[in-house]
Structures are given as C-alpha cells and as structure tokens.
C-alpha cells in the first residue's frame, strides 16, 4: 500500500525584496510538519505553484490546476498538484508586510502606498499535494473539494477532509483484486460527503498516459513527433513550449510514455520557473517545458531542439543531427501512425466509401498510438537477450550486453540511429532493469518474446498490422482501466462563478493540531496492523526466436555464397593435405571471397575442425598460407568485431603454430597483429565476458550431475541463470557462499587467461620495434595515448634483449611492454570490477601481469632470431626478356610487383576477363628500354606471361608514391614504389619485392635519369648502339665515319664563327631610333638559340672561309638528295642543274642561299624563292620573321597553280610596317622603310608567279580572275568530287570571321560555309598569322594580299593538355566510374579541341588554294603549328603524300628540313629537361588519323603505320626523329650517311630504311582497302563529335608488351603456331580466347587478305618454292580482279571477288550517275562521294560535305524492300532561283513515281514525281549554275503538268538510259 498524498502546503503570495509588483511564494501552512522518513519534504515548491512569477493582479482570476513534477536527489519523481485561486489584498495589510521587509526605505514604501489607493489588488494562493503517485484527476478532485468547502462554506471541517487526504492508502498496483467494499482498496472518501474510486493500474511497470499521447500528436503531427521521439532517445535536448501549464506536463508524460520500455534519466521539468531559466544551458540532455511567455529568452539557445505546443512546430536547429529511425521500420510506423490517426485517408479514394469510419475515442486512441511504438520497440531490440551476457548468478544477477554482435546481427552497424540508443543511458538502465533472467514479465517482454513472428508476417498487411495494434491497445487500456464499470465519482463542486463573489473571506489557517492528530492515529493503525505481502509474480523471463532465424528472412545472406563456402572450404582441405598447387590456386578466389560474412565464418568454422587438442603445427607453407588467409579474414572486420568473426579466430591463431627449430615454435598470433580490432578494448570486453558465461554455464551443467545431461546441455546460460535464482532464497548460508566463491574464481582465472591473450596479440614479434598500435591510442585516456606514439628514432635505438641492467637503452626499448602492460591493467580493472572481482584478487593480478608480459617477450625473442633464419619463399623464377639486336642490359631483373594503373581491362573490372594485374615479375633496364616481365599473381591466370615496356626516351614522368591501401599480401609495407609514365601511354606502378635492397632501386632510378636524359644526343641510344660493351659507363661514342664527320665538323665550326662574330657585332650596335628606322635595324629574338645575321657581317664569311665552298660537288650533291629537292623537281617548282645557272622562264627558283645555314639555321639548305628576288635581298627580309623564318614555297597546286608558302611569324615591327593601312596601290618608298618594301616586294613576287594573275594584267578583281583563269576549261568552273563550288569565294570580312571562336560559319563537317559568288575584291595571298600579332592591321581593299588573322594554341597548351590526356588514357588510379570519369577527364584535356581546330584550319587553306590562291601560313615560330598546318593541308591536296613514299618525304621536307625541334619538343637531352614533353608531331599524327578513318580507301599506308611512327619517333631507336635541324644532323655528320654506305650496324638509322625493309618482309603498313582517285582533295569533318579517340592511346598487349618492336614481337606467335601443329588428327577447336589488353588481336585474329597471304605464304614453303614477295601477289590478284570486274559489267560479282572489292573500275566516283541494273549485288558502290550533299536542304543554298566515312562501308546490302526499278545520281535544278543539286533518283514502276532523296544512304524521301503528270522529256540545255565539264546532251528536262524540272546525268549515255526507263514506265502506264 502506498500514501495517496505525503504533504499538503499552502502557499500564498509575499512581496519580494525590493516592493515591486513582483513578490515571491511563501509556505504558510505545511501538513505534516515533520518529514516522512521515507520520503523528506522537496525544497522550492514556493517556484513551482506560479512557474512565472508571482505577481499582483488588478481582478479575480479564475482558479487554475495543474501538476508540477519534481525530480529529487535519488531520481524520485514528486508529483505536486497545484491548486491556485485569487484572494484580495488590503492595502493595509500590503504595507506591513512591505514595513516588515524594508523599514529603512520609506520613500519607497510612500510610493507604493501611493500606487495602490485607488484599486484593489489580487493575490494568489496556492493549495499544494505531494505525492509520489500520479493520479492528476483525483488530485484535481480533492484540491477541489477542498476549494469548495471554502468556498462555499459547506459544513464539513477543512481540517478533517486534510486528515483524511493525508492518511488515505491506496493499493501501489491493482494486483490483488479486493472487493469494492474495503474501505482502503480504491474507493476513496474524504469525509466530506464525497466519494471516488481510484484505478491504480494491473502493472505499474507500463506508463499512464490518459490521453496525453494522443493530444501531443493533434498538436504537432506524426513527422514531428517521430522527430522528438528519435531526439530524445539519442539524447538530444528537448523543450516545449506552452501557454498552459497542464499541455506542458502532459506532453512531456507523453513522450517519456512513448519510451518505453526506455526509461528518461537525464533532466525531466515539465514546467520549468522563470527564476530558473539559465537551467536551459546546461551541457546535458534535457526535456523541459517553459511557458511561452519566455519565447524570447529561448531564441539564443543554438543546441536546443524547440517544440511550440500551441503553434504546431519543431524548430531543430542548424547544427543539430537527428538521426531518424532505420528503413523500413520508419515507414512502418509512419504508415501505422496515419492507420491510428487518419482512418479516413485510406478511405479517402473509394468511389463507395463505407458511411461510417469511427475513429476512436481519445483514450483509446491515445492507447492505439502507444502500441504502435511498442511494436516499434520489439522490432527494434528483437532478439537482444541472446546478446546478453551473464557474467555471474550469485549473490546478484550482473549482465552485460554485447552491443557490436547485436547490431552485427541485425545488419544495422552502419545505421544512424540504433548504435547511438544502445550507446545511450537508456539503454543502459534498460539492460540493467530487464536483463535479469528472473523478474517480473509484462507486455514488452511477452511481445519480444512471443509476437516477433506475427510481426514479421503482418509487415505487408495493413489490416492484420492495424489488428494487431488494437489488440495491444486494449491490453494498455485495460492496465491503465481494470474496472471500468465502476468509474462513478460524487465530488461536489463550487457554484458556477463563486470566484467572482465581492465579500470572500480569505482562506482560513487551519489548525495543526487536528490534522497532526489524524495523521498520528492512522500511523498508529498502520503499524500495528500486519503487513500486506505483496504475491510475487517472478517467472523466468523469455529469449524469443534468435535474431539469425530472423534475419535470414531479410534476405542479408549473400546469394552466391554457397559456391564461396564450397571453393574456401576445398582450399583449405587443399592445405591440410598438402596439396600447395591446388591450394595456390584456389587462393585468390578464396581472399576475394573474404569480403561476404559468410565466407569469413565459413573460414574460422573450417579451420576449427583442424585443431586436435588445442595445437595444430603445420609446415612452413601452410602456415604461410594459413596466416595469409586468417589476415585477409581480420582486414575486412571492423574495430567492434560485429560479426564474431575476430572473436572466433582468437583461439585458432594461439592454436596453429610451425616449429622453427628444437624447442623453438612460432604461433600464428605473431603474424596476424597487424589489426585494428586488436587494440580495441570494446572487444576485448565482449570475448571475455563470453568466455565467462561459457564457464559459468559450464559450472552449473556440470554441478547438476550427469544422469540428464543432453537436455541440460540445450539450456542457455540465461535459462540457467534463472533456475539458480529461483532456487537462491531456499539454499543454506554455506551452500550460497560456495557458489559466489566457485564463480569469482572462474572469473578470476579467465582474467589471468586474457592477460596472456593480450600480450600475445599486442606485442611485436620484433620487440625492438616499437609498433605504433593504431587506432586512437586505445581508446583512452590522454596519457596514454601520448605514450602510445613512441618515435621512430627511439624505435632505431632500442636493442634487442631486456636485461634491465645494461641501462638506458632497454628502458626505452621496455616501453613497448609498459604500454602493454598498462593497456591489459586497465581491461583487468575494468572488467574485475564490473564482475565483483574482491579487491586482494585484483591486486594479485596486477602484481602478475608485467611477469606475464616479461616472460612472453623474451619468448619472443628466441622467435624472431629463428624466424630470421628461414629460407625465403620460393618465388616464381625470373623470364628474362627479349632484346633487340645492339639493346645491351644496365641492370639485371629486380624482382618487383605491377600493379594495376587504373585501366580496368587487365585488372578483371566490370568488362570482365582475368585480373592480370598484379603481377609479379622482374623490372630491367637496357639501354634502350625499361621492360617488365613476370606472372600474373592470379594463379588462375598464372602460367600467362605479362609484358609491359616502354622506351627509355618516352618516360615523362617518374615519381617514388605510396600506395594507401595494401593492394596484395605480397606487398609489404615500407618497400619502395614507383611509377613510371611514358608518353606511348604505358604506366609502370612497380612496388619492389623486400628482398630488393632499397640501395638498388635508388641506383635503378639513377641510371634511369641518366639514361632518360643523357648530356648530349649523340649518347642516345640511336648512336650507342652496339658501341659499347658497357654503354652505362662509356661517356663517348667512337667516330664510325671520320671523313664525312669532319667534313661536317669543319662546316659546323665555321658557321658557328661565323654566328659568333655577328653576335659581338650586335653587342655593340645601337638601334637606330623608330623614326629613322632603316635597312639596319635589328630586331630583339624571343629565344636564345635565336640567330639573325646582321648587315655588318662581313661579305667573305658566307663563302670564302668555309671548308666546302659552292663548287664543292659532294656537298652539293648531298643537298640535291635532300628530300625537298626531290620533292620540289617532282612539284616542277625548279630544278638544280649542276652549274647553279637558272632557267628564266620558271616563276620559282631553288636558292642556295641558305647552303651554309648561315641565313636560318632552322631551314634546309635549299630553298624555293620567287624567280626575281635576289639572295642578298632574302638575307634582309629574313630579319622580319622570327628565328629569321623568311616566306619560303613548300607546295604549288598543280591544277590553280597556287602556291603555299611557310614562314615564322612576323616581329611586332615587321608587321606594323608590313600592314600600314596604305591607301596607294603601289606604295612609295616615301610610304615604307627599305625592309618593309623588300618584303612587300617578295610577296607580290609570289603573286606574280601565279599564272592567272600575270594574265589578268595585274588588276585583281572577279572577272579578271574567272576570264583568266576559267577561260582555259571553257566552262564554268568545275564540278570537284565533293559536290562544291571551285570558285568559292571568301568574303572581304574573312580575317574577322575567322578570329572568332568557330572558324567561319561553318558546314556540319567543319568546313567553311560557301561565300558569295559575286564579289568585289578577292585577294590572290591570304596569309594566315596569329591574331594576337596582326592586332590593330586593317585590310587594305587595293592591296593584292589579305591577312587572316586567327587564335591559335601554343606549344605551352599542347604539352598540357597532353598531359591531361596521359591522364585520362591512363589514370593511374581507378575511379568509381571509369567510363564517366574517362570521358570526363577526356573533356578536360581538351585534346580533341585542338586537333578540331588544326583540321578546321587546314580545310579552310585547302579550300584557298583549290580556289586558286596562294596561303602562306605564318604563325609562330614557324616550326610546330605552322609545320602542322602547311604538311596536312599537302597531305589533303595531293594524293602522292598519302602513299607511303609520298608520306616519308612530306615528313622529311617539312617537318625534319624545315626544323621541327623533335629533341627539344621530345625533351631528348639534358639541356631541354626543363621544356618538358610536347607532343606536335604526335599531334600531327593523330590529325591524319582522323582523316583516315574518314577516308579509308584513300591511303596508301594502314593506321599502324602512323602508330608505329608515333611510337618511334619518340623512342630514340633510329635517328631520324633526333636533333632539332639539318644544321644539327650535319654538325654530328648525319645528314648525308643515311645515303652513304648502308652496311654494318646500321639498323638504328633511319626508320624510313627500316619501314622499307619491313615492308618488303609482310603487308603491316599496307592498307588493302587503298583504291586512291585521281587528284582527290580530301575535306573531312573536323567537328568534335566526328573525331574519335584514337585506340593508339587506349590500347595495350600485356601479351608482349607494344608490338612496334617488330623483331621482339614476332618470335613468340611462331612458337605458338608450332606449339598448336603437332596435335592436327585431335578434333580442334577454331575458338581462340581473346582478351582485352592482354592479345594482339591483329596477330591472333588477322583480317582475311592477310591471313590468305599468309597461307599461299605456307604453302609455298612446304611446296619448297622460294616465296614471292607479298606485293607481287597483291598486285596480280588486283590486276585479275580488274579483268573480271571489266568482263562482268551487269557487276554481278561472285562472292570470291567482293573480298577485293575496293579495286573496282574507277569512274569518276560521284561526279554522276553511277548506274547497275536491278539484281541481288546492284548497289555494290563504293563511292566515297556519292552522298555529297547530304547535309544541304534544297533551300539552302549551302554546299554539303560529306557523311562520315564509316557509314560508307555499310553499302554491301541487298536493295531495300521498296520497289526500285532502277536507281542512280543526277543533278537536279532547284526551283526559282535555287542551285543545281545532285540526289539519288528512284524510278518505281509498281507506285508508277520517280522519288528521290538526299543521298544513296538516306532513308527520308525528299520529294516525288508523279508520272501520271508528266507530259513529255525533252533534251535541255545547261543553266545558270550547271555543273561544268558535262556534255551538252547530258541535260534533259521532264515537263509535268505543274513545272518543268531540269536533270543533268553524268554523261550522255547515262542521260539517254533515263530517258528510255522514264518513256518505258509511260508507256507500260
């Protein structure tokens, strides 16, 4: 039984200290006025009855009740019932009181005597109860009750009602249930005619919420409230804000009862006192509410979570986290919390919603919601009491929870929410109130135990969830209302308004006395009476299902993990039977599957079977393997061992062991420390709290005998637990304090066990070593985490044995024991102490444990010597590689690891294949290459040979990197790592082996720098070849060629004084000033191996002085061989006879001006130059240029005779005189200086060389140029093979259109769009210079040339983006999403941006010089994009430099004589080390690249070709591509031996020899599709989307590294071959394994033609004829072809012949109709053209360019499906005033219409002719605009009732076929 109130108060109002309005409470009358024993009287209950204040007010108030709760020093909660009404103050009354409080201030008090004359005040008083029981109703009664019998004046004497209150006891639960008739059970009265029946609940264990809960949700909302529940369960601080008191109290009981069955422990005020409102900032959690008047005052408070009662909301403020509930579960509550509120709103959709929805009554509601979150709570802790750990039964229960195992099992350790509540206080107090196994049970538990099925089975449904919900209801409805029939109160009430009565006497003081006595009488009765016993209920609590049955429904266990089990399973059979092949193999696959859960407990359950008697000693490689495994396993544990699986393998790895020597054995333990779990004291807590339990349960299976000892073995510890504390009360004093003794010495004996364990798993194997446990220090306390970190140099000096007396050295060294030793005494005290350890025990074990630690560290040591003694692994051996011919070795194979760069091919990504990578070889250094070679460490890939190699030269890049996470068990820590970059797109990511001494890999890096950048470059590899026995050492190279070298030297040296005296000349030349400037003047250079020769320069020093005067024929010779001689007769741009005389009629002539490379020593020797300049003129013009670059001609089109020339760009000053806006056509000498003139006359000599020009008198305008020019064709112009216009114009505003960011408005292939035809002025030289340089020039409308100006990229911005694409191609590192991020970093670089704008500009100079003028392209330096511009504009103009011999010779002449800095763009030297790689000959490359792709049939030479150049020109294997000029090659006597005696070593020469002779051996460079057409200028798109990246970056053939080394690559595809013949009887497969990266897909693969050569090859051989030559054979089989392509001209083709179907009979492809009769091969068409003008709509007036080459190749299909009779190309004239237009015309005789469409390929109809309307054909006459070079009789004209269209068909037959077809349909019609 329990008192109902323990104090009664009454409080009334007192002034404060200073008279103000404001007072304070004061206690008049407390009832009893001596403290209960058991329950002392609470302080401060004065604050609480008015929370803001007590105040005077000006009227009667009504009176208000409310319940404050107080929270005593023991966490006992008091209820105080406040009860306030208003009493009247007398002003008399007032100022004694205020005398009393002040008499020395009495102006004061006059003051407030003078406020309060006039009106009557109002004081509160307060009636208070005490109690610790909540029943706010019969509190609110009986105050009440005691309110009206004052009020009212009833009878009835106060003081006995009070007496009666204060004696009244009620049952604490509704356990026994009396009869209604006893007296104290539950029906109350207090003597006042009153009566009233108390409900006290079933189980006081669940909360009374009446229906706060459901009134805290209608405030604010299910999201809100979830919100605050999840606040306050991870103990964030909570406040409510309200007007009213009693909405605070109840919605703080609200969420407190939705957490059950959590208990709150931190702060709890629902109704908090203004005077105590800094309680607010307290650092702890809280839930307190505050009436909103004091809104204000919570504004500043930035942690605290504000709910506003009265206006719905939650206010979380910016730095707070609420982590919410786990999915799904927080959807299930959310979706269960609209079933209880919203009824309706699943029924708000029903076309026929059912009429009536009764949602329930707020009570029951309020009950519904509660079972909603005690469903919610037995979901959320389902299965926890099989996470209990029961560490000891007697005298008390103590249980620990293991809370990592829990969410480990629950699959929540990542989640926000639920480790945070376990971490919780709550939890803790949870754990500690229903942990013990014998208690009293209420609905939680039934509802853990019982229901989780049901639960789980109602998820989807959401009426069996709702069902469940009300039956729970009803149960908490029930506990909280056992009788509901009896609920009938009689209470009697005020009179309606009494308050408001004028003449209330006040509230009489009431007489102690009398109450005193009441009390005294009823203590008396209860204390004589006997005790009431209350029935125990104590049952043994139940687990409920464990969580794994559970969780297996979830669907967590991996799918495939069986065939995981299965494959680690059989791998350590494997081990254990010594089969290591097998095992090896297995490995991999048994690491990779680690990473599932299953596999890892799969692995300790195995390894377990395996341990006979606590030992297992295995050999030297099971143990490895063993250990490896075991490793693998702990990598992916986290430090809290969720899962178990670290706590498993603790016993095993003090269980496997190897013997090192007699009496010497090394245990696992010492391989596996390397893990953070290990430092962990979490987890070391939960092992031996298990262990623990396992004894203890051990002690009371045993003890109970063993006549029934099966089913005791299938008792849980737990179940045990509470059979021993049923039994405790009824055992013998002796008998319980054996049992405390047996336990704590089970106890105790586990802790000595652990210390050992401890000092196993965190002493080093090598205690000299300090190991740096990671982790943070231990979980602790700073000091020891500040000693956990001991240096590196005190680990250095530490020695090796622990002999304390050799002094100061092993004092440091013993600090690794110290730590140990401190880490296992705080786990001891720990755990000690919670398991009720007594204190001479611990003190027993902390005296052992440094002996413990001592003595296994000087095992330890005996250990680690021995272990140092084992033989190392065996490796796999090394492969050595192959050399080339002359490749000398400088270091032999360090053994090392590749691994993998980020590509995801080789390393088995998501497209598949083996993981090649990593492999495990040996890295080599050659002279010429860094080559790895080894074995994939995959096992299942294992017998593959991984090659990856790059040339010394192309390294960019070398950095030492560490590699963060262990990317294999082979990799130790510590070991050097490199990577090494290549700009042939290779990467080596190399870690060397431990047994590389780190001196070697440093000495590997030096001789790599060394050989990287050699001092000069004649000690590159080119020159040392098969020089030198040890080329490492020898600094100089031996002269092979005395003669020629010396001749050369002599040359070089002369030129070089020659160059020096001008420059001391300069020294000491002052510029004359600007206005003076005259033919002196000299202008400043950029770089420093600029050279300009001055005026002053003596005569004699061109030739007098030198060794090889003009008439020396050799030398002369020599030049005349030069490429660019040869290439210039072949151009007929002048000729070099034998006396130097010159022919006068030819426009050009060769100068030799430059023979001594005194002039440019950056150009060849041999120049082009217009006829009428002379040479000393040159030597003055050339100071304009940079690098004195002069204009000189490279390409004359053979056709407009147009001219394109090449210089460097102008100095600032040359061109400000160059471009003077001047607006006379000949400008006076007046007008310019000397050298501008000079200039301006060279220019227009290049003008006057153009034939049309000289014809047209000079007067540059339109019809001078078409009358000359086109007069010669007598038409007008040409139709070229594109479809455009030849005489396309570009409009005067060129230069500023083309200065914009997109060149021209261009067509969709990147062409210039058509200018107007009919123009005023169109310049006969447009030279293409840099915007930035020709700033502020205006073209001059008179002058004969146009500048255009355009922005281009420097060489700075092409190194960079190479970079970014090195990057991109080869990322070193993988992404996350390696498609998005490739193409991402692609777009970064911005590579394909400028290779964009090279082919946009060189489509624009093609289009110039097809139109008849000449381009001189001047940007720059003049030798990188200038060279890049002016060699592919050749390579798209003519055709002869798309074979082979055209293409080395267009190399040769621009890019090698023209003095492109190959050594210093290629950084080939020392000296230009610093300039960095950049890559514009690669570039180049790359933009022929393209054009080939877009014309494949148009090359002579195959893309390997172009990849094996871009591979060799940065290799240095050959000598062409090295030096920066022919001034340099001959300086080093290279210039004339490539054509000297070939004989000897001279395989590193020439790469053009060697293409040569490769060429010869096998069709590698050939292109088979190569089917050229005469005098094809090509125009390919250059928009981005039509460039694709090219695979020489992407690809890669780890099956023998790069395949440009011919010789290397060819020797091990022939021993395959042979490896295959010898088993020919056997059934083969044709299927052959490709793998990306890894095969060379062209050699295992070969395209057709080739593998057909390679057969007659073979078959030739064994016929034993001498094989013919490849070429040979093509050429024949072509020439057959052509035979019988001409004997079957209706081209139907047998099938054999389409394989060659590139070498059809040319017509003009695309200048017309290209016609076959209808028949299953008719569209055969290899046109290339065909689709010219696909692109333009018939409006607008543009020209087309052509489609994508690849879909030209898609033409071997049968003829569509539509009827087409017959088909082909013809011109068609637009309507009024449109353009001819060729299309693809379709006669169909079924839908009896002519259709036709854009092009062949086009599937979208332009337009249809009728031929029901056409009325005749006639022969027509050409137009305006008609194609040109057409026969007249090739027009005709089709006349239907609507229009006439006019046709133009190719040639005169194809005219007439038309017209019969067309008249043959209108006939059959």
């Not at 008792?715 to 003794?741: F, H, V």
């Not at 001409?1686 to 109709?1713: F, I, N, T």
């Not at 015309?1785 to 390929?1801: E, G, I, P």
């Amino acid at each position: 039984m329990a008192r109902l109130a323990d104090y009664f108060v009454v409080v009334a109002f007192a002034p404060g200290k200073r008279g103000s309005g404001d007072g304070q409470g004061q206690i008049l009358q407390r009832f009893p006025e001596k403290d209960w024993e058991d329950n002392p009287f609470p302080q401060g209950i004065e604050l609480f009855c008015q929370p803001s204040g007590w105040q005077l007010f000006g009227e009667r108030n009504a009176p208000t009740f409310f319940i404050a709760v107080l929270t005593d020093i023991n966490s006992e909660r008091h209820y105080c019932a406040c009860f306030t009404f208003w009493e009247a103050v007398e002003a008399t009354q007032l100022q004694n009181c205020l005398r009393k409080v002040e008499e020395e201030e009495e102006e004061m008090v006059e003051e407030v005597t003078a406020l309060i004359q006039p009106a009557q005040l109002f004081a509160p008083k307060s009636l208070v109860l005490v109690s610790r029981l909540d029943h706010a109703e019969v509190f609110r009664n009986c105050l009440g009750l005691v309110y009206t019998i004052y009020v009212d004046g009833l009878g009835t004497s106060l003081e006995t009602v009070i007496g009666s209150l204060l004696t009244c006891t009620i049952p604490i639960t509704g356990g026994a249930q009396p009869d209604m008739e006893d007296e104290g059970a539950r029906t109350i009265s207090l003597g006042a005619g009153d009566r009233q029946v108390i409900q006290t609940p079933i189980n006081d264990s669940l909360p009374i919420s009446n229906c706060s809960v459901a009134l805290l949700f209608r405030q604010l909302g299910i999201t809100n409230v979830l919100g605050l529940f999840c606040a306050a369960l991870t103990e964030h601080k909570i406040l409510f804000l309200s007007s009213s008191y009693q909405r605070l109290t109840d919605a703080c009981r609200a969420l407190l009862a939705l957490m059950f069955p959590l208990k709150y422990s931190f702060t709890y005020v629902p109704i908090l006192p203004a005077q105590l409102l800094e309680v607010l900032s307290t650092p702890t959690p809280f839930i307190i509410g505050v009436s909103s008047t004091f809104q204000s005052e919570t504004q500043e408070l930035l942690d605290v979570i504000i709910a506003d009662l009265d206006g719905g909301t939650v206010t979380i403020p910016e730095c707070i986290h609420i982590s919410l509930l786990p999915e799904p579960l927080l959807h299930q509550t959310r979706e269960a919390l609209s079933l209880v509120l919203d009824p309706e709103l699943e029924m708000a959709d029903l076309a026929f919603p059912p009429s009536t929805i009764s949602a329930s009554s707020l009570k029951m509601q309020d009950k519904e919601i509660r079972a909603v979150f005690l469903r919610l709570f037995a979901q959320l802790l389902q299965g926890y009491r099989w996470c209990l750990h029961i560490i000891r039964i007697h005298p008390e229960p103590v249980i620990r929870f293991h809370k990592a195992a829990f969410l480990g099992q629950r699959g929540l350790v990542e989640d926000d929410f639920l480790p945070k509540v376990l971490e919780g206080m709550a939890f803790a107090g949870f754990v500690t109130e229903r942990g013990p196994p014998y208690r009293d049970t209420d609905l939680f538990d039934e509802l853990v135990a019982n229901e989780a099925k049901r639960m789980q089975a109602d998820e989807g449904s959401k009426v069996r969830v709702l069902r469940h919900i009300k039956e729970l209801a009803e149960q908490l409805y029930k506990n909280e209302n056992p009788y509901p029939a009896v609920t009938m109160h009689k209470v009697q009430k005020p009179t309606e308004g009494c308050h408001l009565r004028l003449h209330q006497r006040p509230f009489p003081r009431l007489d102690e006395g009398t109450i005193q006595w009441i009390v005294d009488q009823a203590t008396a009765k209860l204390q004589s009476a006997p005790p009431l016993v209350r029935a125990e209920k104590k049952c043994m609590v139940p687990s409920g299902p464990p969580l794994g049955v559970l969780m297996e429904r979830h669907g967590i266990v991996l799918a495939n993990s069986a065939r995981r089990l299965e494959v680690v399973r059989n791998c350590i059979t494997y081990v254990f039977e010594g089969k290591m092949l097998e095992a090896k193999k297995l490995l991999p696959a048994v690491l990779r599957a680690m990473k599932s859960r299953a596999a890892r407990q799969c692995l300790t359950q195995e390894l377990n079977l395996h341990v006979q008697q606590n030992r297992a000693v295995l050999d030297h490689q099971q143990f490895d393997f063993i250990v490896r495994m075991m490793n693998c396993c702990l990598q992916d544990c986290s430090a809290t061992d969720e899962h178990g699986v670290a706590a498993t393998l603790l016993p095993l790895v003090t269980a496997f062991c190897r013997k090192l020597s007699p009496g010497i054995t090394q245990f696992a333990y010492s391989c596996v420390q390397e893990h953070l779990v290990w430092a962990t004291i979490q987890f070391w807590e939960a092992m031996f709290y298990g262990d623990v339990q396992n004894h203890i349960r051990a002690l009371y299976v045993e003890g109970n005998g063993e006549e029934n000892h099966s089913e005791k073995e299938e008792k849980s510890a737990l179940e045990i637990a509470a059979g021993q504390c049923r039994l405790w009360p009824t055992m013998s004093r002796e008998k319980q304090l054996e049992l405390i003794q047996k336990e704590e010495s089970t106890v105790f004996s586990q802790a000595i066990h652990y210390a050992n364990r401890m000092s196993y798993l965190l002493l080093p194997l090598d205690a000299s070593k300090s190991r740096l446990l990671r982790g943070s220090g231990f979980g602790g306390d700073a000091e020891s985490v500040s000693n956990s970190f001991i240096t590196n140099s005190i680990a250095g000096s530490v020695a090796d044995s622990y002999d304390t007396e050799s002094g100061f050295e092993d004092a440091e060294s013993s600090d690794v024991a110290n730590y140990v030793v401190r880490f296992i005494n705080r786990f001891v005290d720990k755990v000690c102490t919670e398991s009720g350890v007594t204190n001479e025990h611990l003190k027993g074990l902390h005296v052992m444990i440094p002996d413990i630690v001592q003595m296994h560290i000087e095992t330890l040591d005996a250990v680690h010597r021995e272990s140092k003694r084992l033989p190392p692994i065996q490796k796999p051996k090394l492969l050595r590689p192959s050399l080339l011919v002359g490749e000398e070795s400088v270091m032999d194979g360090l053994r090392v690891y590749l691994m993998p760069d980020g590509r995801e091919e080789a390393a088995g990504g998501s497209i598949g294949g083996p993981p090649l990578l990593p492999a495990e070889g040996a890295v080599f250094l050659t002279t010429y290459r860094i080559i790895f070679k080894g074995t994939p460490t995959d096992p299942l890939v294992g017998e593959q040979v991984v090659v990856r190699s790059f040339p010394i030269a192309s390294l960019t890049k070398e950095e030492k990197i560490t590699v963060q996470a262990q990317v294999d068990q082979f990799i130790q820590e510590g070991c050097a790592q490199l990577q090494l970059r290549s700009c042939t797109f290779q990467l080596l990511r190399i870690a060397f082996d431990e047994e590389v001494a780190s001196e070697s890999a440093e000495t590997f890096r030096k001789h790599l720098g060394k050989l990287r950048y050699p001092q000069h470059v004649s000690d590159t590899f080119a020159f040392t070849v098969g020089q030198s026995a040890k080329p490492a050492l020898q600094p100089k190279a031996k002269e092979k060629n005395p003669s020629l070298r010396t001749i050369s030297r002599n040359l070089v040296k002369n030129a070089k004084k020659t160059i020096g005296r001008q420059y001391v000349t300069r020294k000491k030349y002052t510029p004359p000033s600007w206005e003076h400037r005259g033919s002196q003047q000299h202008f400043p250079e950029d770089h420093e191996d600029e050279i300009s020769v001055s005026e002053e320069m003596d005569k004699g020093t061109l030739s007098s002085s030198t060794t090889i005067r003009p008439s020396d024929k050799m030398t002369m010779s020599h030049l005349v061989e030069r490429a660019c001689c040869r290439d210039y007769q072949r151009l007929g741009l002048g000729t070099l006879s034998s006396s130097l005389t010159r022919s006068k009629n030819e426009p050009f002539r060769i100068s030799t001006v430059n023979r001594m490379y005194a002039i440019c020593r950056s150009y060849p020797g041999l120049l082009i130059v217009p006829q009428s300049i002379q040479d000393n003129t040159i030597q003055r013009i050339s100071r304009c240029y940079r690098q004195n670059r002069f204009p000189v001609v490279c390409w004359r089109n053979a056709r407009t005779k147009a001219t394109l020339l090449r210089s460097g760009g102008l100095h600032g000053k040359g061109v400000a005189g160059l471009f003077k806006s001047q607006n006379t056509p000949a400008p006076g000498p007046s007008q310019a200086d000397s050298t501008s003139l000079e200039q301006e006359k060279y220019l227009q000599a290049v003008i006057n060389s153009m034939p049309h020009y000289a014809e047209a008198g000079g007067r540059n305008t339109l019809s001078g140029f078409t009358s000359a020019h086109m007069s010669g064709s007598g038409k007008w112009g040409s139709i070229r093979a594109s479809g455009r216009m030849s005489n396309y114009a570009l409009t005067t505003e060129i230069g500023s259109r083309l200065a914009g960011k997109e060149l021209l408005s261009t067509q969709p292939n990147g062409s210039p769009s058509e200018a107007s035809f009919l123009r005023q002025h169109r310049a006969s030289l447009y030279i293409i210079g840099d915007k930035s340089q020709l700033r502020g020039v205006k073209p001059d409308p008179l002058q004969h040339w146009e500048v255009v100006p355009i922005e281009v990229f420097d060489a700075r911005q092409v190194k960079s983006s190479f970079k970014k694409l090195m990057k991109a191609c080869v990322p070193s590192t993988p992404s996350p999403e390696p498609g998005v991020a490739f193409l991402r970093s692609l777009e970064e670089s911005e590579w394909l941006v400028q290779i964009h704008k090279i082919l946009q500009i060189s489509v624009l100079v093609v289009e110039l010089l097809d139109t008849g003028s000449s381009v001189l392209v001047s940007l720059e330096d003049g030798w990188d994009i200038t060279t890049q511009l002016v060699s592919l504009v050749q390579l798209l103009s003519d055709p002869y430099y798309r074979t082979l011999e055209g293409f080395r010779l267009l190399v040769e002449k621009e890019w090698l004589s023209f003095g492109h800095r190959f050594s210093h763009r290629g950084a080939q030297t020392l000296a230009s080390q610093s300039s960095g790689f950049t890559p514009i000959f690669l570039q180049f490359l790359d933009c022929v690249h393209q054009i080939h792709l877009q014309f494949p049939m148009e090359f002579e030479f195959s893309q390997y070709f172009l990849k094996f150049l871009s591979y060799h020109y940065v290799s240095s294997r050959f000598r062409t591509f090295l030096l920066d000029s022919d001034y340099e090659r001959l300086e080093l006597g290279l210039l004339y031996e490539e054509k000297g005696e070939r004989k000897g070593s001279q395989l590193s020469r020439s790469i053009w020899d060697y293409v040569e002779r490769l060429n010869k051996k096998t069709p590698i460079f050939f292109n088979y599709m190569y089917a050229p057409e005469d005098g094809e200028v090509l125009r390919p798109y250059s928009n981005i989307s039509n460039l694709k990246v090219w695979d020489y970056y992407t690809q890669e053939t780890l099956a023998e590294g790069p395949s440009y080394d011919w010789e290397l690559v060819q020797c091990p595809a022939e021993e395959l071959e042979e490896a295959t013949l010898p088993d020919t009887n056997a059934p083969q497969s044709r299927r052959k394994i490709i793998w990306p990266c890894y095969s060379n897909r062209s050699r295992t693969e070969p395209d057709a033609i080739s593998r057909l050569l390679e057969e007659l090859q073979s078959l030739e051989m064994e016929l034993g004829q001498v094989p013919e030559r490849w070429k040979d054979m093509w050429d024949k089989v072509k020439a057959f072809q052509r035979a019988e392509a001409q004997a079957d001209p209706s081209g139907r083709m047998g099938a054999s012949s389409l394989l060659m179907a590139s070498s059809l009979p040319h017509q003009r492809r695309s200048l017309g109709v290209y016609l076959q009769e209808s028949g299953v091969s008719s569209t055969i068409n290899l046109s290339l053209d065909n689709d010219a003008s696909s692109t333009s709509t018939p409006s607008s007036g543009k020209q087309g360019g052509r489609k994508s080459t690849s879909t030209l190749y898609s033409q071997f299909q049968t003829a569509e499906s539509e009827n087409r009779s017959y088909e082909g190309s013809l011109y068609k004239k637009g309507a009024f005033m449109k353009p001819w237009k060729p299309r693809w015309f379709v006669l169909d005789k079924t839908k009896h219409q002519l259709r036709y469409y854009d092009s062949r390929l086009d599937t979208e109809c332009k337009g249809v002719i009728d031929l029901a309307e056409v009325e005749s054909i006639t022969p027509g006459t050409p137009t305006m605009g008609a194609p040109k070079m057409v026969d007249e009789k090739a027009f005709f004209d089709l006349k239907t009732t609507k229009r006439v269209y006019n046709f133009c068909a190719q040639d005169v037959q194809l005219a007439q076929q038309w017209i019969d077809r067309i008249q043959s349909c209108l006939s059959d019609a």
